[in-house]
């Protein structure tokens, strides 16, 4: 049984929050201005629930990141923003703002603004500890200030940490200065051990990871998991599984043998289990395998890559989701029409599957499927340029 939680229009959202006190026939015209204007706004966006079980919003407008909630469903408050002077905030594919919100209650916002050189940038953070209301002055977390890039954060948060996780630049422009090669990017660290209200130095935890491929992390019983894109030897650009804390940890994930002078803009997908199981996804047109894979981890021992999706419909941004035994996928396809999202689902810990579900579909643009834990059960939330926000429960 799949059960919509709630349907309002992107951005929409500041609409919804008025509905209740609107006439009928301004709230219309309120509804049909801003689904116009939707068509013109970035569709990634980050979401996640707290503890209470509400839902949390944030979106670019205007060079603003807005953050925005829902109580009951069907209305959301009136978004705040967090950067009072606008920016050129990443809000597309595998670049996006990062959303997390502790147990206490803070808000915890990360995200990358584009400088005037290409593919260049800053990781900025921000956090409310005062329930959404006003946010602290952004800070940029990446120690250098050079003109490089510095993209595509990672958030991570239990408790009093947080860890922000990116792909920086400065090995490669040292290497290139010097008239040396250099692979990729490097994975970039900064953490806090008291809420994010200071941060550590940066630290640099691998060097020729890809360079445009987004990071997926995971606490697993404590430990800051991280699965990304990197660059191994002969260019081939497979999946590593490290934990953070150690960089002798790293392990490769995947053996797809894909060897591409480039990055492929499509990164994987993490979840660990409450027993210490990491679950992965990940997309790959390599020598040895092509399209979608799972495979779960356990200390020692990966399983077998598992396939899913349908190759001739462009399979591919999946996401994964454990809660329980329960674990969960969710990615794209296109069947020359229409986007659409499908779903998979396993009750004992990735062992056997069901058969895979079609969600939903939508025949404009569409953002990457988001999959949250809501009082330890899989919802899913999709953003689409016609139908707007959407959330399902999903049930076995």
């Known amino acids: 049984m799949v059960r919509i939680f709630w349907a309002a229009l992107l951005l929409g959202l500041a609409g919804a929050g008025l509905a209740q006190d609107?006439?009928?026939?301004?709230?219309?015209?309120?509804?049909?201005?801003?689904?116009?204007?939707?068509?013109?706004?970035?569709?990634?966006?980050?979401?996640?629930?707290?503890?209470k079980g509400r839902l949390w919003a944030a979106w670019v407008e205007g060079g603003q990141l807005r953050v925005a909630r829902s109580e009951d469903g069907r209305h959301f408050t009136w978004?705040?923003?967090?950067?009072?002077l606008p920016e050129t905030i990443a809000a597309e594919g595998e670049s996006r703002p990062q959303l997390a919100v502790s147990g206490d209650g803070t808000l915890h916002l990360v995200w990358s603004i584009a400088l005037a050189k290409p593919y260049t940038g800053h990781v900025r953070?921000?956090?409310?500890?005062?329930?959404?209301?006003?946010?602290?002055?952004?800070?940029?977390?990446?120690?250098?200030?050079?003109?490089?890039?510095?993209?595509?954060?990672?958030?991570?948060?239990?408790?009093?940490?947080?860890?922000?996780?990116?792909?920086?630049?400065?090995?490669?422009?040292?290497?290139?200065?010097?008239?040396?090669?250099?692979?990729?990017?490097?994975?970039?660290?900064?953490?806090?051990?008291?809420?994010?209200?200071?941060?550590?130095?940066?630290?640099?935890?691998?060097?020729?990871?890809?360079?445009?491929?987004?990071?997926?992390?995971?606490?697993?019983?404590?430990?800051?998991?991280?699965?990304?894109?990197?660059?191994?030897?002969?260019?081939?650009?497979?999946?590593?599984?490290?934990?953070?804390?150690?960089?002798?940890?790293?392990?490769?994930?995947?053996?797809?043998?894909w060897r591409i002078d480039g990055c492929p803009h499509h990164g994987g997908g993490l979840a660990a289990d409450d027993q210490g199981r990491l679950h992965l996804v990940w997309f790959t047109q390599g020598r040895l395998r092509q399209g979608l894979f799972y495979r779960h981890a356990d200390p020692g021992r990966f399983s077998p890559p598992m396939k899913f999706g349908n190759d001739a419909a462009q399979a591919g941004h999946p996401a994964v989701?454990?809660?329980?035994?329960?674990?969960?996928?969710?990615?794209?396809?296109?069947?020359?029409?229409?986007?659409?999202?499908?779903?998979?689902?396993?009750?004992?810990?990735?062992?056997?599957?069901?058969?895979?579900r079609r969600l939903a579909t939508s025949a404009g643009g569409v953002d990457y499927p988001i999959l949250l834990a809501r009082a330890g059960k899989p919802w899913l939330v999709w953003h689409s340029e016609r139908e707007g926000l959407r959330a399902w429960a999903l049930t076995p």
Request: with cysteine; aromatic share 8%; glycine share 8%.
């Open 79 to 84: 978004p705040v923003i967090v950067n009072a």
């Open 125 to 257: 953070y921000s956090r409310s500890t005062d329930g959404g209301r006003s946010f602290s002055a952004p800070i940029t977390l990446n120690d250098d200030s050079a003109e490089i890039s510095h993209r595509f954060p990672a958030l991570l948060v239990e408790g009093r940490r947080v860890l922000v996780a990116w792909l920086d630049a400065r090995e490669r422009q040292a290497a290139q200065a010097a008239g040396e090669k250099f692979a990729g990017a490097s994975l970039y660290l900064a953490e806090s051990g008291d809420g994010g209200a200071s941060f550590g130095p940066n630290r640099r935890f691998v060097a020729h990871s890809c360079e445009c491929c987004r990071l997926a992390l995971a606490w697993r019983q404590g430990a800051p998991m991280a699965l990304w894109r990197q660059v191994f030897d002969g260019g081939v650009r497979d999946f590593a599984l490290a934990d953070l804390r150690d960089p002798a940890s790293l392990q490769r994930a995947s053996d797809d043998d």
């Open 321 to 356: 989701l454990a809660t329980g035994r329960n674990v969960t996928l969710a990615w794209l396809e296109f069947d020359g029409q229409t986007n659409q999202v499908w779903t998979l689902h396993s009750r004992d810990r990735g062992r056997h599957w069901g058969p895979p």
């Open 22 to 51: 609107m006439p009928a026939a301004r709230h219309d015209m309120a509804a049909k201005w801003l689904a116009r204007q939707a068509v013109a706004r970035p569709l990634a966006l980050a979401a996640s629930f707290d503890a």
